[in-house]
C-alpha cells in the first residue's frame, strides 16, 4: 500500500501558525515536542488547528520536522 501525502495540505501545514498563546504567531513546526505531547494528554482543540497539531506531533515523532522546513524554504507564502 502506497501512502500519497495530499500536496496541499502539506503546504497549509508548512506555513500554519499557531493562533494563540504562549507560541502565537509561531509555525507549528517551531512548537516544541512537549508541548504537543501536553495537547496530546489535554485534548487537541477541536477543529483544523487539532488536526493540523496532531500531526505536527506525529510528523515530529518521525523525525520529520525536516520535510516540513524544506516545503517552507521550497514554496513560500
Partial sequence: MNI???KKQLLELAHYRMPFGK??????V??????????????FPEGKLGIML?????IKINGLEG???????DFPQ
Fill in 54 to 58: 496532531r500531526a505536527m506531533l506525529e
Fill in 4 to 6: 500519497v501525502p495530499d
Fill in 23 to 28: 507560541f502565537k504567531g509561531r509555525y507549528l
Fill in 30 to 43: 517551531e512548537l516544541p515536542e512537549p508541548y504537543l505531547v501536553w495537547f496530546q494528554q489535554s485534548g
Fill in 67 to 73: 520535510l516540513i522546513r524544506k516545503i517552507q524554504k
